[in-house]
Each structure stands twice: as C-alpha cells, then as structure tokens.
C-alpha cells in the first residue's frame, strides 16, 4: 500500500456530537486496551457516515488522542519539519501547530511520524523517530520541556507513545524504558542502552501494584513504574521475537505477570488473520 506524503485527516458524523463523547487521550484509549465504553450511539451510522471536515496533518502513522473537544496528533511536513496539530474536533479548525526539524526518514515505507500524542492534566508528550522528546502545553502549544532519547534507536525510530503514570512520562526506550519527570522532564530512571521495541508500554496490576510491561529488541519485559527495575531481575525476560513486538503488551500477558518463569505467565497473543501464538512461535 502506497501513502502519500500528506496525510489527511477526516472526522465522521455520528448520532452523538463529539462534543459529549468521552476523551480518549492515550494511544489505545484511556484504558490502554482499545476499548471504548462509550454507550448510546448507533454503529450503523459509521457506516453511512458523511465527512464532517478533513486537515491536512502531515505524513507518519501517529493517530489521535481526543481531550476536552480538541485533537492532537502528529506529522511530517516537506520532508524535514514534524508538526504536532491541535484541532477543533467539531469544526476541524487549527487550534495551534509546533513545528521542529525532523526529517521523514522513509525506510521501506513513506516515513513521517510514529507515535501518537498523549494528553493529560493539560500537557500533550510526544517524540519522534529521531527521539526528541517534547512536553507541549495542552491549550498553547508552548514548550513546557524538551529533551532526546539518549538511547540506541531502533531501525525504525522510536514509536513508543508516552504512558503516564503517577509523576513520570514513559517511553519504551533503551532496554525496558525510560522515565522524564512530568514537570522537568528531568530523567527519573532509565534502562540500559540498549535497542528497544516499537510498541507503547502498558499498566498492568500484580499483587495490588501496578506495574508495566514493556516490549524491548526481543523480549518482554515487566518492570516497576517507580524506579524500572525489572520484577523479574534472575532472567532476561520472555523471548518474543520478530511481529509479536509492535504489538501492544496488553495483547499478550492478558493482565498475567508477562515472565516466562512465573507460574501467572501466559503467552498468548492474536496474531495474523485472527491465529494465535504461544511462545512466540506459529
């Protein structure tokens, strides 16, 4: 399939006005599993849909978070500039854009951005492929802070979106993660430097904690918030190698303690054309 350079961003008209839908301002939805509780619309209006209005966004694969009846997401802009948009989610209209250097950086595909910005208590956190690191404010655009991954990058950049939990914003970068300070973007802990995984980190509870799960190069790896010490620290974690690490973790522990050598953990993930793996293997 081929893209074109500019990405257009179209919004439908449903039953409901976007104005009383529910915000979805993490990449997966509020509850990192791409599920909606929205009730009281109709599905068959999505398929006779009209177009309410469509942008221009920019080139990339970022999607949208919905806040307080604005949309945020991301893109590239004539090859060397990423922007992050925020639009009006009824009228379309550009609300603000901040635009940085960043170069498409096709490889085997057309480029642009990857993640998806996240939005909360009024900060947009996004990155991109070349991992600088940006804390927006939600209703300007302004820069709160900016900061770069120093960490190895992927072969096809960063795509981690932020995960936000208590006072960090999570990237998965470096080996199993990287935590900034919400307020300072100081680094509050980070991981070996190592090549990551593309896929968002995700909550998940163990005990009564909340911990994350983290794709990294080849492995699954399930560390605590707070500091990113692995819960697991006797083994490397789960080997899951290949298409299984683009996937979002919550995929795959199925709220399990995500190691190969704990009783909770269960390797099952929906893979292609709806199969299942186990193991990471066919």
Not at 82 to 107: F, H, M, N, R
Request: glycine letters at 10%; one cysteine or more.
């Amino acid at each position: 399939m081929k893209f074109n350079e500019s990405m257009t961003l179209a919004a439908l008209v449903a039953t409901t006005s976007v104005l009383v839908a529910a915000d979805w301002p993490d990449w997966r939805g509020p509850d990192h599993n791409g599920i909606s509780k929205e009730t009281g619309w109709d599905p068959a209006a999505v398929t006779a849909h009209k177009t309410a209005w469509e942008a221009e966004v920019g080139a990339g694969y970022s999607t949208v978070a919905v806040v307080k009846g604005k949309v945020y997401t991301a893109g590239n802009f004539n090859k060397t500039t990423d922007a992050v948009s925020c639009l009006d989610a009824v009228t379309g209209k550009q609300i603000w854009k901040y635009e940085y250097p960043e170069l498409l950086a096709p490889k085997f595909y057309t480029g642009g951005s990857s993640a998806t910005p996240v939005v909360q208590d009024g900060k947009v956190y996004t990155v991109s492929k070349s991992g600088k690191v940006f804390c927006l404010n939600a209703e300007t655009g302004k820069v709160i802070w900016q900061k770069e991954h120093k960490l190895k990058s992927p072969t096809w950049g960063f795509a981690s979106s932020a995960l936000v939990q208590g006072k960090a914003a999570i990237f998965n970068a470096g080996s199993s993660g990287v935590a900034y300070d919400q307020k300072t973007g100081d680094v509050l802990w980070s991981s070996k430097d190592d090549t990551c995984g593309y896929a968002t980190p995700v909550p998940f509870m163990r005990d009564g904690n909340t911990c994350l799960a983290i794709f990294a190069k080849n492995t699954i790896m399930a560390v605590s918030p707070d500091d990113g010490k692995p819960l697991c620290p006797n083994h490397s974690g789960q080997d899951w190698r290949v298409v299984e690490k683009r996937r979002s973790p919550c995929q795959v522990y199925g709220h399990q303690h995500p190691c190969r050598n704990c009783t909770s953990w269960k390797p099952f993930t929906a893979g292609p054309r709806g199969r299942r793996h186990q193991n990471g293997r066919r």
